[in-house]
Each structure stands twice: as C-alpha cells, then as structure tokens.
C-alpha cells in the first residue's frame, strides 16, 4: 500500500505563486513513476504534470503549463512537489497527485496511477 498526502493549497490571487507537496508513505517512493492531476468544478480530472521514479524525465500538459508550472521530487524526503507560479483563475481546481507502481517514466494516463491521494483546493481569484 502506498499513504499520498497533498498539502499547500489554499487561496491565492491571480499572479501568485504556490507550491504543492504530495508526502508519500507505505513503499519505496523512489521506484514511483509521480503524476499531479486537478479537476475544476464541472470538468474532469485532467493530467498536469509527471515526473519519472528518479526525477530524470519531467512531462507537463502543455506549454502553457510547462511556462508556469514546476514539478519535482526529493526521493530523499519522499515528497513529490509542484511549483506553480503566475496562477490564473483557470488554474483554480482541486489537485491531485498520483503514484504508478507499475511505470517508471512519466505517463498522462489516469489509468496508470495506481495510487492517489486526496486533493488539495486550489482557488485564484481574478
């Protein structure tokens, strides 16, 4: 079993910046494949950002996600982050993050992760 715990959300004007940390527990974190995944109120949950077991490959959604948003991992400290700056109201969801014990690159697939935690809002106001 693997533990996920989201934390750093909050409420953040637009242009702001915030960091989120996913701390992980039950298995060995540096074999994890590590995704982030939001979902905004009426919308699926949508692919953000992944990285690969060793923090060696990174993959974000899109450039404009890329432009702005930073993920990491400190395998030392178990603890996945996403570094997310010049926030826009289309930014505000709840956000997740994910754990692949079964890939060990980076993947957008939902299916892939096998663990999850249970969010942290995000909310920018405009």
């Known amino acids: 079993q693997v533990q996920l715990v989201e934390s750093g959300g909050g409420l953040v004007q637009a242009g702001g910046s915030l960091r989120l940390s996913c701390a992980a527990s039950?298995?060995?974190?540096?074999?994890?494949?590590m995704g982030w995944f939001r979902q905004a109120p009426g919308k699926e949950r949508a692919f953000v950002a992944a990285?690969?077991?060793?923090?060696?490959?990174?993959?974000y959604a899109d450039s404009m996600i890329k432009g702005r948003f930073t993920i990491s991992r400190d395998n030392s400290k178990n603890t996945m982050y996403l570094q997310m700056n010049s926030l826009k109201p289309e930014d505000t969801a709840l956000y997740y993050c994910?754990?692949?014990?079964?890939?060990?690159?980076?993947?957008?697939?939902?299916?892939?992760?096998?663990?999850w935690g249970q969010g942290t809002q995000v909310t920018v106001s405009s």
């Open positions: 994910a754990a692949s014990t079964v890939v060990a690159g980076t993947t957008t697939h939902p299916g892939a992760y096998n663990y």
């Open positions: 039950g298995r060995t974190f540096s074999r994890f494949a």
């Open positions: 990285v690969s077991w060793n923090g060696g490959a990174t993959f």
